[in-house]
């Protein structure tokens, strides 16, 4: 088997948009009665909008209605959303562009496989739609990760197998989904807690293509 195909995480992994959702996130916990810690912002990483919230109301203890939780849904996107509008091509990592141009000049396919629902109006902001082959978001499968839905329609999209696949992500949520998806990962960022992925990349200036593809060497 060879590498045929790269599935790229978006938040973390092309852009640090972590901190808009932190800043959204603590008023929506404020409204709760509690404060959100970095630490439990971390754990809202590649997960679904509806299933943060669910988080933030196990952490809090409130209980809400159903209404009531569709409202503070609606304001945090709002207010997330503000952040997003303001976000420049200058925001996407250093060196990833030459990565993924790198990438798609040996033949290999890319694509985005993100939880978010705003992902293409994210990669709209970054200016980068006409660089990936398929992108598939949070509103497209029926199942977020850290199901494997997102990644095995990227797959689907980009008419790979699951095993020829690399996804490159951030987060725990995206890992366990890219496991169960029969695919191998990239675990990109600082994060040494991180488990499941076959490599860690710091940041873009350390990706080595190359090495990359000798992961299936044996596979
Ligand atoms: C993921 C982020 O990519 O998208 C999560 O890592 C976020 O933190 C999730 O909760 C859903 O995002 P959105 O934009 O649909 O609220
Ligand atoms: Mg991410």
Known sequence: MSLKAIIYDLDGVITDTAKYHYESWKWVAEQLDFVLTEKQNQKLKGVGRKECLDKLLKWSGARISEAEKQNLLQKKNKMYLKYIDTMTPNEIFPNFKEFNTLAKSEGIKVAIGSSSRNAIR???????????????????????????????LAAEKLNCK????????????????????????????????????????KNWSFADLDKLKHLFDKS
Not at 122 to 150: R, Y
Request: net charge negative; proline share 6%; glycine share 10%.
């Open 122 to 152: 994210i990669i709209d902001k970054l200016d980068l739609v006409l660089d990936f082959q398929a992108i598939v978001d949070g509103g497209m499968t029926p199942h977020s990760k850290p199901e494997p839905d997102i990644f095995l």
């Open 162 to 201: 699951p095993a020829e696949c690399l996804v490159i992500e951030d987060s725990q949520a995206g890992l366990l989904a890219a496991k169960k998806a029969g695919m191998k990962s990239i675990s990109f960022g600082e994060d040494k807690g991180l488990k499941g992925a076959q490599l860690q990349i």
